[in-house]
C-alpha cells in the first residue's frame, strides 16, 4: 500500500491508508499528567480564554502518542459566546448563568449575530490558526461543535442532564417551536463551523454527545433533517464525521445517512463495528477498556482492527471520550496496537 502523506484525510476522503489513522475524543484532557500540570494553574475557563495555552494543551496528545489528527482545545459550549448567552464551567461541567426553562430566548439564536460577534471566537481561531502552523501537513487538525440537539438539550435544561426530560417534553408539545429552533441551531453551527475551517482546520466532528436517549424514529425526522443540512453546508469544504453515542440504536437511518453525505460515522461501542463496512466509519472501542489492563486494550484494538482490516474509510477512534481515569499504560497500548497493525 502507497504511504499517505495525510492517513487521517486520505480515510476521510473513504480511501484505504498504510495503516490506520488514530486520535481520540477528549485527547486534550484531565488522563494526562501534563494536562493536570496547567489545570492546577488556571481554571478551564480561563484555559479556554488564551490562545497560547489552547494550543499548548491540543499539542499535548500528538506530543505524548504521535497521533495523526490534533483535535482543538475547546469546548461545545464555545459557539455559545458568539451568541451573547453566558455560561461558565464553575461547578465542573458547563452551567448557562441566564436560563428560563419554559421560555428559551429565541432570538439569540441567531447566525447574522453570530457573524457579527466573530471576534469572541479568538482565541479559539487563533488556536486553530496556531496549531495549523505548529504541526506537519502529514498531521491534520480537526475543528468541531455539539449537533443540534446536543446544543439545544443545553439550552432548555441549563446544564448536563441525565435524562433529557425537559428537552424530550419540549419537543413533543412544542414540535413547530422545537423545530424552528433546531433550524436557527443549525444556521449558527454551519458559520461557526466555516469560521474553524477558515482558520484551518481539515476537517470537524459533530458531537451528538445525546443521541442515545432518542429513538430512532424521532431521530430521523426531527433530528438528522437538521444534521444533514450542516453536513452538506460544510461538506464542499471540508469532511465532516458525525459521532452519535446512540449510533448502535439508529444504525438503520445512520446507515442511509451516511452513504448518501459520504460524511465519516463515528460510533459508540454497543455495535458490531464489522456489520458496517458499507460506510466510512470511526470508533467503537469501549472507554472503559482504558480503565482496565494494557493486554485486554490490545485484545480490543485489535478486534476492531481485524473486523476493518482491508475495508477503506476507517479512522480508530474510541466509543466515546477518554474517562479522566483512563490509565497511561492502557492508553499507550492502544496506540501502539494501531500503529504496528498494518491491513
Ligand atoms: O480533547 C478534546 O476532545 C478537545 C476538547 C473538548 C472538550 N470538550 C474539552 C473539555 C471537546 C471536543 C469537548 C466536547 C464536549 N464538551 C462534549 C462532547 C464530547 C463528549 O464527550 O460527548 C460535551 C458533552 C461537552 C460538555 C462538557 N464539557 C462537559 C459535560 C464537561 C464536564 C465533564 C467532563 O466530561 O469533563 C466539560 C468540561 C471539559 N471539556 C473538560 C475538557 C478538557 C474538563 C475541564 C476540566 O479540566 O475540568
Redesign the pocket.
Known amino acids: 500500500m502507497e504511504k499517505h502523506s495525510n492517513r487521517f484525510d486520505a480515510a476521510l476522503r473513504g480511501e484505504k491508508t498504510d495503516r490506520t489513522p488514530i486520535w481520540f475524543?477528549?485527547?486534550?484532557?484531565?488522563y494526562l499528567p501534563e494536562?493536570r500540570e496547567v489545570?492546577k494553574k488556571l481554571s478551564?475557563d480561563e484555559?479556554l480564554a488564551d490562545a497560547d495555552v489552547a494550543t499548548e494543551i491540543?499539542l499535548q496528545?500528538i506530543r505524548r502518542f504521535d497521533l495523526d489528527a490534533a483535535?482543538?482545545?475547546?469546548?461545545?459550549?464555545t459557539i455559545l459566546n458568539g451568541l451573547e448567552i453566558p455560561f461558565n464551567?464553575a461547578s465542573?461541567?458547563?452551567a448557562l448563568e441566564f436560563h428560563s426553562s419554559d421560555e428559551p430566548d429565541r432570538s439569540k439564536l441567531d447566525a447574522k449575530r453570530l457573524l457579527a460577534n466573530r471576534n469572541k471566537f479568538e482565541p479559539f481561531l487563533k488556536a486553530i490558526r496556531q496549531v495549523r502552523s505548529a504541526l506537519p501537513q502529514e498531521k491534520s487538525v480537526i475543528g468541531?461543535a455539539?449537533s443540534p440537539f446536543?446544543l439545544l438539550s443545553y439550552l432548555l435544561e441549563g446544564t448536563?442532564s441525565k435524562t433529557h426530560n425537559k428537552t424530550r417534553a419540549y419537543m413533543l408539545t412544542h414540535a413547530a417551536e422545537f423545530h424552528s429552533m433546531m433550524s436557527a441551531v443549525a444556521d449558527c453551527t454551519i458559520e461557526y463551523l466555516k469560521l474553524q475551517v477558515d482558520s484551518g482546520a481539515s476537517a470537524v466532528?459533530l458531537?451528538e454527545?445525546?443521541g442515545d436517549v432518542l429513538s430512532p424514529e424521532t431521530y430521523e425526522m426531527k433530528i438528522l433533517p437538521h444534521v444533514e443540512r450542516i453536513v452538506n453546508a460544510i461538506s464542499p469544504h471540508a469532511p465532516v464525521i458525525l459521532?452519535d453515542?446512540g449510533a448502535s440504536l439508529h444504525i438503520d437511518v445512520l446507515r442511509p445517512f451516511a452513504r448518501r453525505t459520504n460524511a465519516m460515522l463515528s460510533v459508540d461501542w454497543r455495535i458490531n463495528i464489522a456489520s458496517l463496512s458499507d460506510i466510512r466509519v470511526q470508533g467503537n472501542l469501549d472507554p472503559a477498556a482504558l480503565e482496565g489492563s494494557a493486554e485486554s486494550v490490545r485484545l480490543e484494538t485489535s478486534r476492531i482492527l481485524h473486523a476493518r482490516s482491508g475495508i477503506a474509510g476507517h479512522v480508530f477512534n474510541l466509543g466515546?471520550?477518554i474517562t479522566?481515569q483512563a490509565n497511561l499504560a492502557c492508553v499507550e497500548a492502544m496506540v501502539e496496537t494501531v500503529q504496528n497493525f498494518r491491513t
Open positions: 475524543m477528549r485527547q486534550a484532557g484531565r494536562y489545570r478551564f484555559m491540543t496528545p483535535v482543538i482545545f475547546a469546548d461545545i459550549m464551567f465542573g461541567g458547563p468541531f455539539a446536543t448536563t466532528q458531537f454527545s445525546w459521532y453515542k466515546h471520550g479522566p
